[in-house]
C-alpha cells in the first residue's frame, strides 16, 4: 500500500517501533507500519508462536515467563526488548499497560517515543475521582455523583448514607481506578450499602491495586456515545464524530456504529465540544476517545480512554482517516493537517466483536482451536483479526477473537450487509457468538436504534439459545458419516491431505433465521 499523502515531505524521528501488545490490534498496528516504510517488532509469548503477527513484523522478541505479569504486563522486559532490538518507540495498542502513567514514564525515561498521550494525562483520566474534579473545572457535565475521600467501611458508608438522599437511588459504586465493570455495584436501598462498599472496594483492590471508590447516580435506559479525539503537540484537537456503543454486556461492548442513529448536527457540535474541552483540560496529545451516557437529549461525562480503542474502524471507514496513521504523525511531532471544518461523515459503518463464549451458558468464556476458520469478504467489509486457522484460543486472554467491520451508504444497509458477512463467518473448534450477534441485528429495537445499555442483560438476562431447529440434528449425522467416510475421525478435525466438497458441517457452523 501506498504511504498516504502527508508522508511524503514527512520525517519520523524513529524508524523502528515495538508493539507492546499481541492479537488483532498488535496485527492493526504492524500493518500501519508497513504503510508508513517504519520496521516493526513483536513480543511474542509461546502462546503466539504460531500468531501471524510474527509474520507481520520484521523482528520477533520472546519475552520468558507463563503469566501476564512475566510477559505483557512486564514494564522493564518490554523496555529490554526494545533496546534489544533497536527500538526507537513504544506504541502500547489498547488494553495491557496501554493507559499505564508509569510504563508511560519509563518508555520516556528510557529515551524511547512513547505512542501515546502524556503520563500525566493518562494520570489524571485513568482516575476516575480525579477526571471528574478536571470536568467541572471546565464545565463538562458530569453525571450527579459523589467522590469519597474516607476510608474504612464504616466511614465510607456514613459519608454516602448522608449524601444519597440528594443523589436518589438507585446509586452505582464505582472504583476511582481502572474500568472494565470491575469495582462496581448497584446499590438500590440503604440497606445494601454496606455490603456493596466492602465487595467493590475489595474488587478494586484485586484487579487495580486501589480500592478507592466513588459514587453516582445510576441513570438508565441511557445511550453510551463516545466522542473520538485526536490532538496534537501544538494545541490542536479536533472531533471525528461520535461512535454508539449501547450494544454491551457486563460494561463491555459487543457492537458499535458510527454515526448513531440517534444524533442530530445541533447534538453533536455538543459533544464534540465537551470532548475537546475535556481533552484540552489536560493537556491531550494523541488518539483519545471521551464517553457519555446520554439521556435523551442530556449528556453526561463517564470518563476517557487515553488509548486507541477497539471500535476505531467505524469511525474511520465514516470519516476515511486513518487513527492510527495519526498516532504515528503525532508522536513524531508532526502538527495535525486537519481542521474541524474538514471532517464529514460518509455512509455508515457498524462493528461487530466476535467472541469466544458459550451465549447459552450465559455468556461463560469457550476456549479451543481454531479448526476452521473462514471470514467474511467483499465490498465494504474489513476483518481485524490476530488469528489464523489452527491457533488456539485460551482463556489466558481477552476472549475476543475477530472484529468484523462493515460499511454502506446508510444503516438499514449496513445492517444488512453485517448480517450477511456474519451468515459467511465460519469458526469451528469452539463456541462463539456469531449467532447471537446476528440475532441482535435482527432484533426490532436494535433496528429501530431504540437501545440502551440495558439491552442484552434486559432481554436475555441468564444469556442467549439459539432457536431450534430439527434440520440441524440432520445435518449433523450427515456430516458425521461424510467425515468419516474420508477417513476422518471427527467432524471438527481436518486432513492436510484431503479435502471435502460440498462440506455440511459448514452449513451447521451456521444456521441463522
Known amino acids: 500500500m501506498l504511504a498516504p499523502e502527508w508522508m511524503k ?32 517488532v513483536a513480543i511474542y509469548t509461546s502462546s503466539d508462536e504460531n500468531s501471524p503477527l510474527l509474520d507481520l513484523c520484521d523482528q520477533n522478541y520472546f519475552l520468558e515467563g507463563q503469566t501476564l505479569h512475566e510477559t505483557f504486563l512486564n514494564i522493564e522486559a518490554i523496555i529490554t526488548a526494545a533496546k534489544a532490538t533497536g527500538a526507537q518507540a513504544i506504541h502500547p ?3 495491557f499497560l496501554s493507559e499505564s502513567a508509569e510504563f508511560a514514564k519509563e518508555v520516556i525515561d528510557a529515551g524511547l517515543i512513547w505512542i501515546g498521550p502524556s503520563p500525566e494525562s493518562i494520570e489524571i483520566m485513568g482516575d476516575k475521582m480525579s477526571a471528574r474534579e478536571k470536568m467541572k473545572s471546565v464545565g463538562v457535565p458530569l453525571v450527579p455523583g459523589h467522590e ?9 458508608h456514613d459519608e454516602l448514607i448522608e449524601v444519597s438522599p440528594k443523589l436518589g437511588f438507585p446509586l452505582l459504586l464505582k472504583a476511582s481506578a481502572g474500568g472494565g ?64 456503543c449501547s ?23 455538543l459533544m464534540g465540544a465537551a470532548g475537546i474541552a475535556a481533552a484540552a483540560a489536560v493537556t491531550y496529545m494523541g488518539a483519545g476517545t471521551v464517553e457519555f451516557l446520554l439521556d435523551g437529549d442530556k449528556f453526561y461525562f463517564l470518563e476517557m480512554n487515553t488509548r486507541l480503542q477497539v471500535e476505531h474502524p467505524v469511525t474511520e471507514f465514516v470519516t476515511g482517516i486513518d487513527i492510527v496513521h495519526q498516532q504515528f504523525r503525532i508522536a513524531a ?48 467489509i474489513r476483518v481485524d483479526s490476530g488469528v489464523i486457522e489452527g491457533n488456539t484460543i485460551d482463556t489466558n486472554f481477552d476472549p475476543m477473537i475477530a472484529k468484523i467491520i462493515v460499511h454502506a451508504n446508510n444503516r438499514e444497509t449496513a445492517i444488512m450487509r453485517m448480517k450477511n458477512a456474519l451468515k459467511e463467518t465460519v469458526l469451528l473448534g469452539l463456541q462463539t457468538n456469531i ?72 452449513k451447521l457452523n451456521n444456521k441463522f433465521p
Not at 469495582?183 to 480500592?211: C, H, K, L, W, Y
Request: glycine share 10%.
Open 333 to 380: 511531532g508532526l502538527p495535525l493537517g486537519i481542521e474541524q471544518k474538514e471532517i464529514t461523515m460518509k455512509g455508515h459503518s457498524i462493528e461487530s466483536r466476535v467472541y469466544a463464549e458459550d451465549p447459552s451458558s450465559g455468556f461463560l468464556p469457550s476456549a479451543g482451536p481454531l479448526l476452521r476458520l473462514k471470514m467474511p469478504q467483499g465490498p465494504g
Open 93 to 95: 495498542g489498547f488494553g
Open 247 to 269: 450494544l454491551q454486556r457486563r460494561h463491555q461492548k459487543v457492537i458499535e456504529e458510527c454515526p448513531s442513529p440517534v444524533m442530530e448536527p445541533r447534538l453533536r457540535n
Open 148 to 156: 469519597v475521600y474516607s476510608t474504612g467501611i464504616k466511614e465510607i
Open 435 to 506: 449467532e447471537f450477534l446476528h440475532a441482535l441485528l435482527c432484533d426490532d429495537d436494535v433496528i429501530n436504534g431504540d437501545t440502551d445499555t440495558n439491552l442484552i442483560e434486559t432481554k436475555w438476562p441468564n444469556g442467549w439459545n439459539p432457536p431450534e431447529d430439527p434440520e440441524l440434528f440432520a445435518l449433523g449425522a450427515i456430516a458425521c458419516t461424510i467425515y468419516e467416510e474420508n477417513g476422518l475421525s471427527s467432524p471438527l478435525h481436518s486432513n492436510n491431505n484431503q479435502k471435502i466438497t460440498n462440506d455440511p458441517f459448514l
Open 181 to 244: 465493570g470491575k469495582g462496581m455495584r448497584v446499590v438500590n436501598r440503604p440497606s445494601e450499602m454496606a455490603e456493596a462498599i466492602g465487595a467493590a472496594q475489595r474488587e478494586a483492590q484485586t484487579a487495580f491495586g486501589d480500592g478507592r471508590i466513588y459514587v453516582e447516580k445510576l441513570l438508565t435506559k441511557c445511550k453510551h456515545i463516545e466522542i473520538q479525539i485526536l490532538a496534537d503537540g501544538y494545541g490542536n484537537i479536533i472531533h471525528l464524530g461520535e461512535r454508539e
Open 9 to 40: 515531505n514527512a520525517k519520523f524521528p524513529f524508524g523502528c517501533v515495538l508493539i507492546a501488545n499481541r492479537g488483532e490490534v498488535a496485527c492493526r498496528i504492524a500493518k500501519a507500519c508497513k504503510e508508513l516504510g517504519l520496521s516493526a
